[in-house]
């Protein structure tokens, strides 16, 4: 049973916004930690933001993307979105939604992981 399902990947040209959205099998919020990581072709995972669901909700964004990625979550619908933009060439890759608990910009504390959705950006 797959627990995660991205969506909203596609291109578009630099400048441009796209939303990705994963559908999460049961409750967002009883997992720790919820987010967003990438993979571009011949480089690791990477981390890109993510939510602490605790007793205050954390929001999280790797310096790479900040100011430009939202990481929301929306509990009555049980799904995950990442906003993207002001998109450049860099971001390309495949985005994947995971959930786990632990310290969260770290993948290891992921034990769940959608299938990858593709971004490409071109310039």
């Known amino acids: 049973q797959v627990s995660l399902v991205e969506s909203g990947g596609g291109s578009v040209q630099a400048g441009g916004s796209l939303r990705l959205s994963c559908a999460v099998s049961g409750s967002i919020v009883s997992r720790g930690c919820v987010g967003w990581f990438r993979q571009a072709p011949g480089k690791e995972r990477e981390w890109v933001a993510n939510?602490?669901?605790?007793?205050?909700?954390?929001?999280a964004y790797a310096d790479s993307v900040k100011g430009r990625f939202t990481i929301s979550q929306d509990s009555a619908k049980n799904t995950l979105y990442l906003q993207m933009n002001s998109l450049k060439s860099e971001d390309t890759a495949i985005y994947y939604c995971a959930a786990g608990s632990g310290w969260c910009p770290d993948k290891a504390s992921y034990n769940e992981w959608g299938q990858g959705t593709q971004v490409t950006v071109s310039s």
């Open positions: 939510i602490l669901n605790h007793r205050e909700t954390h929001y």
